[in-house]
């Protein structure tokens, strides 16, 4: 016999579904650049490296998740970094979220997104129309994750592989953790999607490579999406310090070493990231996702690198400069042109709490020291700065043990690198000859200082 509910009861489970209930929903949108009108600029290396075809599209993915009516989204785009600016103007046509966050893979070889990378050094790479483009195929993504969202449940699961990654700067420290969200229906645990976090720079293809592509992370989705049937969207983490596929071996199934630069490389790199993804599936535990408690705040971080400053004023990097006081939240925001004075641009850094989750949103390439607590101690005397204190780490600000980390969220600064192993003045650290790669591509010392208190100050609510 079938039980009979009061009209009363109905009414009342419809409203609690309502008010709390967690949907989840998946949308994606091809943005790949169309060639043969116009000079396509590869991003991520040298200058001038014109794309001359597509191997495989450059995508828009996202996840976005409502407890009730309170919605957020989740984005990621297959390129080099996205400026606060570009973020704004997707977050302009998403009115109804309460959070969007949009990161990019810092994919290498996409298309120039932030300017670095034209004809010459003077000139940007980014073609106007596409950041159009790439803009409405984030604002589609979302809108039809929206339209999907369906009630889920959710696992979460880590593996940890240090094989998977080449530091290529000293001292040698590797954020080896993935993170895997699985959502599933709630009745029969169908999967309804997944989100993968893993760190490592998407430069499989190298240097000298034409061909458009997402590079490893375009393998990584292609194999969870095959062995689960869902949409995957994959977010990238902690790259700094600096982790890469360069000088990674990586040997094909008959145990033959697969070369930087070629496709072989990406596809066998994603294939053993995505196994990585497996393993963490298998241990992937249940966990709520609600409430969605989102902290973020506008900072400024001074500049001191002069190729930026310049960029910033020729306008090769788009993006205005403020006076910078000292004080990363200042009692006025004061546009400035004059890289005579110390100046600053404005980002945003955030905090998560999405019921047992937490979630560090970083807009750059942070350095796993500052994330994991292992910046030098003692530090090295060829250090710039040895008196630096030892910036609050990321992670041990985090009390639940389910925690994930999105770098170039909402924002690219370049590298946070912790400021005691800051060291372009001789004497070198470590006794090298010269000094290590890096610093050319961080906005300045003081970067990973403000970056690491402002999370600090967040996750404490002050
Ligand atoms: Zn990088």
Redesign the pocket.
Known sequence: MKPVLSLSAILLMSISAAAGEFTVGFGETDITPELGKKTVFLA?FGHNRKATEVHDPIMVRAVVMADGDDKIALVTVDV??LFLETVQAIRDELPGFKYVLVSAT?N?EGPDTMGLWGATPFTSGVDPEYMKKLIAGCVNAVKAADKNRQPAVVDVGRARDPDLLHDSRLPIVKHDELVILHFRAPRTGQSRGMLVQWNN?P?ALDSKNTQITADFPYYVVKYLRQSHQCPVAYFTGT??G?MTTLGLPVKDKDGQELADGTFAKADRYGFLVAQLAEKALKNAVRITLTPFDIRTREILIPVENKNFQLGFQIGVLKRKMYVWDGNPVPAKWLETKDIKQPVAVKTEVGYLKLGDLEVAAIPG?IYPENVLGQVQDPVDPGADFPDAPIEPAIYAQLKSPHRMLIGLANDEL??FIPKRQWDVKEPFCYGLKKAQYGEI?SVGPEAAPVICNTFKQLVEKK
């Open positions: 991520g080099v970094g810092h290498h720079h430069e790259v700094g600096l390439e370049g590298y591509n």
